[in-house]
């Protein structure tokens, strides 16, 4: 009853929208292997260490919060690393071969949303070759999007 009745609160809402349009490759030390699974409309993609998931991030082919910057295109989020390998860039590395993927195969530009406070994020995604595109501050109730403020960035 609690989950179905936190979908009725107000959310707000304080992002910024990264996007890739051209690839841009980086160098990481450690390259792990990236292995990928089909989770409902999602893609999630995965790293293991030790037979172990270390990091999980999601490709999720619609988000309707673009449709604010009238965009569309695949996302990448719910991305986690666990603890103890953290540090070692692999957020970034999943996130850019993610890119790679959707760029290549597609032909599509691909998009990162993060909260405008999550600084460690910002910085993977940054060195993962993501500019920024748009600050988006809003009120979520249900999916509709209220006081909306839109910042576009780098242009």
């Known amino acids: 009853m609690k989950k179905i009745l936190r979908r009725f609160k107000l959310v707000f809402i304080d992002v910024l929208v990264y ?3 051209d690839y841009k490759s980086i160098s990481i030390e450690n390259e792990y292997k990236i292995e990928k699974s ?4 999602k893609i999630c993609y995965f790293i293991k ?3 172990k998931i270390v990091h999980k991030s999601f490709l999720i082919p ?3 919060l673009m449709k604010s910057l009238n965009k569309k295109g695949p996302v990448i989020g719910d ?3 666990v603890n103890s390998h953290r540090g070692q860039s692999i957020y970034p590395y999943v996130i850019n071969k993610i ?7 597609d032909k599509t530009e691909v998009y ?3 909260n405008s406070n999550n600084l460690n994020s910002i910085r993977g995604i940054e060195k993962a070759g993501f500019s920024k595109l748009a600050s988006i501050v809003a009120t979520r109730w249900l999916w509709f999007y ?3 403020k839109i910042t576009y960035l780098n242009k």
Do not use: P
């Open 49 to 51: 260490d030790n037979n």
């Open 99 to 105: 890119a790679q993927e959707v760029i290549n195969n």
């Open 38 to 41: 089909t989770d409902g409309h």
């Open 112 to 114: 990162v949303i993060v």
């Open 146 to 148: 209220f006081k909306r």
């Open 79 to 81: 991305c986690v690393t």
């Open 62 to 64: 619609k988000v309707y």
């Open 19 to 21: 996007h890739m349009q």
